[in-house]
């Protein structure tokens, strides 16, 4: 019975008073607001902009002590104004519990970046942290040389209201005024100490706060620091070049650009980037922007979304000179893969997009896909063309799931396959390969290593061991690897070939129709009754008569050329392209490893650039193969970043960074002239 008068009862009574005192409160204030002679209001409390008369303020505020000024409640409504500062009255931090805004959950927004254009709705949502009286008490004593140092040396600074003839902004304190009326303390948010435009040009981004862009005229490689590596002058690379051989350089960039639709449906993995720096129409001009600074000759992309492609990315990259192929992944996803080349350096030989989807088969259900192209270098008028060799450019984003290895191997060999076929010369060799994609696998895992050694034992290998991502081994159960990993009726054998590569047809071989093999299912045996069969009277006791419609039987025939007979190995895996990383995976300036993405904070290496060499001979150092460049030479790459160094930049996505991955480039040099005879490839048109 007491519990029921307490519920139904008193807590309706409570809840009431409080209501009616919060309501007192809020007219109180009002009324207060109403006498001061303040002409705009700023930030959470009224400041004038002018002077009041000092008796006018000392009795303001000591009305708002002693009636609870500082007990207003969070959910009250404040108009809406242009330049918003928070503005704080020293004397109020003492006597009542005012909700402000700490500085570390300030230099975490983007939108600190600028003391203007902010919408007060935001500034309530930044302002619901704890109260740190004392931390501001303190902060106001200090000199203005110490200001910029507090708070986890956040570079935000204190200042009081400008007057007329100050810039707002500006992060210096007039001690004179500050003594001189001590009630007001305001927080501008200023980035440096120098003054900054009150204001800035609006980002178009509809229905949401303002978000001031990176400023045009600061390149993206000064703010976001990436070297460039030089690798043509090192001693090896100067002993092959030493013969004065001319090369066709070009450079290869790789980059997983991240779909929107993908972000939209995974917002838990960015809770560290500002909605803001999410937007779409943020993300693009900064994509394109890098882009557009590194000026790559060729460019593949994974995680393209299609619609995106097709009404902002294709017709930009062809203003800038691409020809662009896109790959939709097939089923009901919404990204896949682009490549695109400069058509002033390159022409389309061949085009083959690669699904890896095949129905009915449990190891290939997956609905990734990739693209392989045979490209033309272009050499200036009155060289032949035929004097530099074509060059395969193959682009693919294979399966994230840790835990299905089986079905990333399966992907990797189909696609190594289609390399095979498209590369492959009339005599048997390669021409040169580069391979780019985000291969959601780590830096010698087994996948790695398959990819770089050409070869692999998976036989009863843990599924989750293939890519490295995740570690499953305390798992009960864990998928294995079993021999062999895909069925023959894909038509792909251990070697990542396909069959009919495997041997060529014969010359003038005959194919059976349908009618004709239908034919022999008329033979004497069907009227012969099984000897195992059950003896039925009435039933299988009878000897049928042979139809009189039936022909006659046939000979039998042999096929004159039979499908050849691919043996399946034990479990091992082979490829015979010789691809080696563009990369070394480790930073030894700063002794920490490379990184290309930084999935909840943690960073780590799935994507890559492979590109063809030539093993060294007897060169197999602790199980990894060694190579050294061939007609394809590595002149340079674009520097990565450490983990560390991510996590300064509040890791990816960031202001700079709109993707959660890095991009990748190199620069590659083809010998002219490396052609041999009989390499005959007809440019098409593109």
């Known amino acids: ?43 959470v409390f009224a400041a004038t902009r002018g002077r009041l008369v000092p008796e006018e303020q000392e009795a303001l505020l000591q009305q708002w002590l002693e009636e609870g000024a500082g007990n207003l ?33 300030l230099s975490s927004a983007p939108e600190v970046t600028r003391c203007a254009g902010q919408q007060l709705t935001e500034l309530h949502a930044l302002a619901s942290s704890e109260p740190q009286d004392h931390a501001v008490t303190e902060l106001a004593k200090l000199p203005v040389e110490e200001t910029v140092a507090v708070a986890g040396s956040a570079p935000w600074a204190a200042v009081v209201p400008q007057t007329d ?10 001690l004179g005024v500050q003594n001189e009326d001590p ?16 204001e800035p040009p609006a980002w178009p981004i509809q229905d949401a706060v303002q978000f001031c862009p990176l400023p045009t005229e600061v390149p993206y490689h000064e703010v976001f620091w990436r070297d460039w590596e030089d690798l043509s002058v090192q001693p090896c690379m100067l002993e092959q070049v030493s013969k004065n051989t001319p090369l066709f350089e070009f450079r290869v960039m790789s980059y997983n650009i991240l779909a929107q639709d993908l972000v939209e449906q995974g917002l838990d993995l960015y809770l560290h980037c500002h909605p803001d720096i999410l937007n779409w129409n943020y993300r693009l001009p900064n994509l394109l922007q890098e882009i557009q600074h590194w000026d790559p000759d060729v460019l593949c992309l994974q995680e393209v979304q299609e619609n995106h492609y097709w009404e902002q990315l294709e017709p930009t990259f062809k203003e800038m000179g691409f020809a662009c192929f896109y790959k939709r992944r097939t089923g009901t996803k919404t990204d896949g893969c682009a490549v695109c080349y400069k058509h002033s350096r390159f022409q389309l030989i061949t085009l083959s997009p690669v699904e890896y989807f095949r129905p009915g088969l449990d190891i290939l259900n997956r609905d990734n896909v990739g693209l392989v192209l045979l490209l033309q270098p272009l050499l200036p008028e009155g060289l032949d063309q035929k004097a530099v060799s074509p060059l395969c450019v193959a682009n693919t984003h294979v399966l994230f799931n840790p835990r299905r290895g089986d079905i990333k191997l399966a992907q990797m060999a189909l696609l190594l396959a289609e390399i095979d076929k498209i590369a492959k010369t009339t005599e048997g060799s390669h021409y040169p390969i580069i391979l780019c994609g985000d291969l959601n696998s780590v830096p010698d895992s087994p996948l ?26 305390q798992q009960l159960y864990s998928r294995k690897l079993l021999a062999p990993l895909w069925p023959s009726s894909l038509g792909v054998t251990d070697n990542c070939r396909y069959v009919t590569l495997c041997q060529p047809k014969k010359p003038g071989r005959h194919k059976y129709s349908r009618d004709f093999l239908l034919q022999f299912r008329f033979c004497d045996v069907a009227c012969e009754r099984p000897p195992q069969l059950v003896l039925l009277e009435g039933v299988t006791d009878a000897k049928p008569d042979r139809p009189a419609h039936w022909p006659k039987p046939a000979a039998v025939v042999k096929d004159p050329d039979p499908q050849p007979f691919v043996p399946r190995s034990s479990g091992v895996l082979q490829h015979g392209l010789n691809l080696t990383s563009v990369y070394s995976h480790f930073l030894p300036q700063r002794g920490r490893p490379e990184v290309t993405t930084m999935p909840m904070g943690l960073g780590a290496t799935v994507d890559y650039i492979f590109y063809s060499a030539e093993p060294v001979q007897n060169g197999n150092k602790g199980g990894r193969r060694l190579y050294q460049d061939g007609a394809l030479k590595l002149l340079g790459r674009l520097s990565l970043l450490s983990e560390d160094v991510l996590l300064l930049a509040n890791g990816l996505p960031n202001h700079f960074c709109s993707s959660d991955h890095l991009c990748l480039m190199a620069s590659f040099g083809l010998e002219i002239s490396s052609l041999r005879e009989g390499d005959n490839c007809s440019p098409v048109s593109s």
């Open 448 to 473: 790695y290593k398959f990819i770089r050694n050409g070869e692999l034992s998976y036989h009863g290998m843990p599924a989750w061991k293939v890519s490295g991502q995740e570690d499953f081994s």
């Open 73 to 105: 409640p969070a959910s009250e409504s404040v108009p809406t104004v242009g330049k918003v500062s928070v503005t704080l009255t020293s004397d109020w931090l003492e006597g009542s519990e005012l909700l402000m805004t700490s500085l570390s959950d």
């Open 183 to 198: 009630a007001v303390l305001a927080w501008s948010l200023a980035r440096d100490a120098e003054a900054v435009p009150t």
């Open 1 to 43: 019975m007491i519990g029921t008068v307490l519920c139904y009862v008193l807590l309706p009574a409570a809840r009431l008073l409080r209501v009616l005192r919060d309501a007192f409160f809020t007219c109180r204030k009002n009324v207060l607001l109403a006498k001061s002679t303040s002409t705009q209001i700023e930030g």
């Open 165 to 174: 003839h100050q810039i707002a902004g500006c992060a210096a304190i007039d």
